[in-house]
């Protein structure tokens, strides 16, 4: 240990595999004042990180990686355990985690939580008070029953990426709205979810004001409705729907205003596409694919600047003669197939 300690300009150090390995003495880690970069691995008699672990007063620590480690907790419930600088804290396959450290999200410099495969994990921290957290995924932590209500109350955090995958016991999101700063909504194979984020006020979570441009829900199978107020996503330029059995129709408002991507597959109970799709003239690529319900072509037509079509597997759909697909001048690639037959120009992209 003494020879190890003494590489002070040391930056980033991997523990993995290490046996017996119960803690680490805080001179230890003090040792290493240039140390930036940790990772812990396969230490499965590593029953937690306190400040025994020498981590409490690192202050060059800013990103920590775990994964496949038995222990329980992180830290102590005390803010003082905490490495001050820390910037991501990635966990992965800590099948007995139940807890994040509860003061973790108000370290001024901490902007990146990742969380997978921790099945045991039953809450995140709050996030009432000031934070700077950007990135969050959560990936598949079946425990999980609720986000926390800060996410969707809290007007100090300038979250950009959100990404809930494989949550089974996520049933609906807190009320309140969605951060303003948020770039890019992922939500994925939530079996028991049955509505997306909305908002109890007059003003819909799904507002002009939002940043959002990337909304993707897929393998929600309880999901049957989409928010009523999609159309107010303004900045909103891809859309995907898959796998949502339950999704009947899109909202009576339509589609944003200025969608670029727009791509539903799988919904085998969806039976009309969006109001007014021909006025999304900003809408290039249009994918449909095995909606097997899906019957009428969208009345008023398809937007006229659409460059990429794809049609596959609707075969209760209006046959493509009835498209007025000539009218469509900048469309390029285009492949639709149904009831066994098929319609195609240049090779498709999808």
């Keep these: 240990m003494n020879s190890v300690a003494d590489l002070v300009s040391l930056e980033k150090l991997r523990l993995d595999k290490i046996l017996n390995l119960k803690c680490m003495p805080s001179e230890f880690f003090h040792s290493f004042t240039a140390l930036c970069d940790l990772q812990v691995a396969n230490c499965d008699e590593l029953m937690v990180l306190s400040d025994q672990f020498g981590l409490a007063h690192h202050t060059c620590i800013r990103r920590l990686t775990i994964s496949k480690c038995s222990f329980r907790f992180l830290w102590p419930e005390k803010e003082e355990a905490l490495p001050h600088l820390l910037e991501c804290l990635e966990i992965s396959y800590c099948y007995n985690l139940v807890q994040?450290?509860?003061?973790?999200?108000s370290l001024k410099s901490f902007k990146t939580l990742n969380i997978n495969n921790c099945p045991k994990l039953s809450s995140l921290p709050e996030m009432n008070s000031p934070s700077n957290l950007r990135h969050l995924e959560i990936k598949e932590c079946q425990a999980l029953p609720f986000l926390p209500d800060g996410l969707m109350r809290n007007e100090n955090l300038p979250l950009e990426l959100l990404v809930i995958d494989s949550c089974s016991s996520l049933e609906s999101?807190?009320?309140?709205?969605l951060p303003v700063t948020l770039h890019h909504l992922q939500i994925s194979n939530c079996s028991k979810l049955n509505v997306l984020p909305t908002s109890n006020s007059s003003a819909s979570s799904y507002n002009s004001s939002s940043s959002l441009k990337v909304l993707e829900v897929c393998d929600c199978i309880m999901l049957s409705s989409l928010p009523d107020h999609?159309?107010?996503?303004?900045?909103?330029?891809k859309l995907l729907i898959s796998n949502c059995l339950r999704l009947v129709s899109f909202p009576d408002g339509g589609l944003p205003p200025n969608l670029?991507?727009?791509?539903?597959?799988?919904?085998?109970n969806l039976r009309e596409l969006p109001d007014q799709l021909y006025n999304i003239t900003s809408l290039q690529e249009l994918t449909i694919r095995n909606c097997n319900?899906?019957?009428?072509?969208?009345?008023?037509?398809?937007?006229?600047?659409l460059r990429i079509l794809n049609v596959i597997g609707c075969n209760l759909l209006e046959p493509p003669s009835r498209w007025d697909l000539y009218k469509l001048s900048s469309l390029g690639d285009y492949l639709i197939t149904y009831d066994r037959h098929r319609l195609s120009s240049r090779p498709s992209h999808i």
Excluded: A, K
Aim: charged share 15%; aromatic share 8%.
């Design 100 to 105: 994040i450290p509860p003061g973790i999200l």
């Design 173 to 177: 999101f807190p009320d309140g709205d």
């Design 230 to 237: 999609l159309h107010n996503f303004i900045h909103l330029d």
């Design 260 to 268: 670029m991507s727009l791509s539903i597959s799988d919904c085998h």
């Design 293 to 305: 319900s899906l019957r009428s072509y969208p009345e008023g037509g398809l937007p006229t600047n």
